[in-house]
């Protein structure tokens, strides 16, 4: 394997050092460093050996209610006050430290989360752009003016929601931090960032950035902690936050809904997904197997976008079986911060547990268990949570492997018969996150795209995303839309204001 043991940059608060376990005691609150008062201390699994790697702060209810206080004085104060071009500037700043800090960011982010480093490298190393693209709007979100009756007219004004809950999950948790973060600062909230509690270190690193582009104190805040029953919940809870932006599975947005219910906050999920990836026979087979294989083992399976049922038309079946089967075997399943590897561990115990029982269940619904399907053993990944890249060909849209979100390297091979017996198994889902197809047909493209009940269809591509792009789901994957327009203007309020030029006002009771 690669490096073992990283050498941490010792920061003002997180206080990582050189060895095997690094040591973040600090919780990043109104622009200090400090130690939890009714949290404690958690530590980090490094999915790759099993083993703590990391000890971090974690915070309690009494740690939000001091870090959603900072945040509000902060809207209130210095952020609030200052004019949209410096809090652009600021964000500018912090996007030029986080580009120079890609690599650091990127092992870290492979360290806590277990995915594989070359993943981690080409993931972080876009978000750069997305704080810069949003810090060019934070200057830019203008009211209209509406014109009424000759002597009235009204403008609105657009005003940012003020204190944000954002809550991350452990897949992706620099990506989904860089989608909240970029439009809440843009918009000119002020934020409480929690992440998940299979991989703090991160946000905490994200906090020392902060610090370092010289945002005033309270801007973005990160508390570490357990969500249900700790932190997330009491930031779901908290009747000072007005917007919770949440990154999770389905029956956690439930709860967080719960939670708030009484606070009428605002809301943006970005929940699962069980997307269609269809394979038509007039496609270019050979880009679609590329793209179909991709998507099925990135980031391990653990992916909201994955494209984990694979619709084949049935002519090029055979194909896609053979191939898939083949290239399974080429994955190479390693230590994820090994330059070589491809595919690294599942993030935790859990998820590896959950993943070999979806296995089962594929088994016992009667799919065919082409390719993996097993805890990977040997030597020199023992302790770690592996799994080998695993696929069922004959399965039906009924199992559970097609139905369910698995959240592992586990792909489902449907056959069809036509387009329109594709589209309805696209849609046959409770999800609605993402969807590709893949024909040479320019009609049957556009016709199949705009029948998919999914907030992204990739058409000839997969997982293609930008900054500019809204992305989120349809039905239980999720309200809202992270990344492009969409997102900012989620972060912000509108005011009507309607100004009258008459000079009278007519006495309604005079006659
Ligand atoms: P999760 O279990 O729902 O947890 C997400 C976050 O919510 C974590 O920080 C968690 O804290 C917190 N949380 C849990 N219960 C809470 C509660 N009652 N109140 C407030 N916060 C609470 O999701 P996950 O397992 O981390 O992530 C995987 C899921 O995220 C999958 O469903 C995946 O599809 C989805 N996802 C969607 C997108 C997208 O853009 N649509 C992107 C990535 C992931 P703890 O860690 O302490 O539980």
Same mark, same amino acid.
């Given at each position: 394997m690669g490096a073992t043991t990283l050498t941490f940059a010792t920061r003002s608060g997180s206080q990582a050092h050189d060895g095997p376990v690094a040591d973040y005691p600090a919780l990043y609150i109104g622009g200090q460093w400090v130690a939890p008062t009714d949290g404690g201390t958690m530590e980090s699994i490094d999915p790759a050996t099993g083993r703590v790697w990391a000890r971090v702060a974690f915070g309690g209810k009494g740690d939000i209610d001091r870090a959603v206080a900072a945040a509000r004085a902060a809207f209130d104060g210095e952020w609030g006050r200052m004019p949209p071009h410096e809090r652009a500037a600021l964000m500018r700043r912090f996007a030029d430290l986080y580009r120079q800090n890609v690599e650091r960011l990127a092992q870290l982010e492979t360290r806590d989360s277990g995915r594989a480093l070359r993943e981690s490298r080409a993931d972080v190393g876009m978000h750069h752009n997305y704080y810069h693209w949003f810090a060019s709007l934070a200057d830019k979100h203008h009211g209209r003016t509406i014109p009424m009756d000759d002597s009235v007219h009204a403008f609105t004004s657009r005003l940012p929601l003020g204190v944000v809950g954002a809550i991350c999950p452990w897949n992706v948790p620099l990506m989904s931090a860089c989608w909240k973060l970029g439009p809440a600062l843009a918009a000119g909230c002020t934020v409480v960032l929690k992440p998940a509690e299979q991989t703090p270190v991160t946000a905490l690193e994200l906090g020392a950035l902060i610090e370092e582009a010289g945002f005033p104190a309270g801007v973005v805040n990160v508390v570490p902690g357990y969500g249900a029953g700790g932190a997330g919940e009491a930031l779901a809870a908290h009747s000072d936050v007005n917007k919770i932006s949440f990154t999770g599975e389905a029956d956690t947005a439930r709860a967080i809904l719960k939670t708030g219910a009484d606070s009428l906050k605002r809301y943006t999920f970005e929940l699962g997904g069980k997307s269609p990836h269809i394979l038509f026979a007039d496609a270019d087979v050979e880009q679609a197997l590329n793209a179909a294989t991709n998507s099925a083992w990135t980031l391990c399976g653990q992916s909201c976008a994955l494209g984990s049922r694979v619709l084949v038309e049935r002519p090029i079946y055979d194909r896609v079986v053979e191939t898939f089967a083949s290239r399974a075997a080429k994955v190479r399943v390693g230590m994820p911060l090994d330059e070589a590897t491809h595919m690294g561990p599942q993030s935790s115990a859990d998820q590896l547990e959950k993943t070999l029982r979806y296995v089962g269940f594929g088994r016992d619904d009667g799919?065919? $268990? $082409?390719a993996g399907g097993k805890r990977i053993e040997r030597e020199s990944l023992a302790g770690g949570y592996f799994v080998e890249p695993t696929v069922f060909a004959n399965a039906t849209n009924d199992m559970r492997i097609a139905r369910e979100e698995i959240f592992g390297p586990v792909a489902a091979l449907i056959p069809f018969d036509d387009e329109a017996e594709a589209i309805a198994l696209a849609n046959d889902t409770a999800y609605g996150l993402t969807a590709g197809l893949w024909t040479q047909n320019v009609g049957r493209a556009h016709r199949v795209s705009a029948k998919i009940q999914a907030g992204i269809v990739w058409v000839n591509t997969y997982r293609y995303l930008r900054w500019t792009t809204p992305y989120g789901g349809f039905k239980a994957s999720g309200w809202g839309r992270e990344n492009g327009l969409e997102a900012l203007d989620s972060y912000l309020d509108t005011r009507t204001t309607v100004v009258s030029t008459a000079g009278t006002f007519p006495d309604a009771y005079a006659s």
């Open positions: 799919a065919e $268990l $082409l």
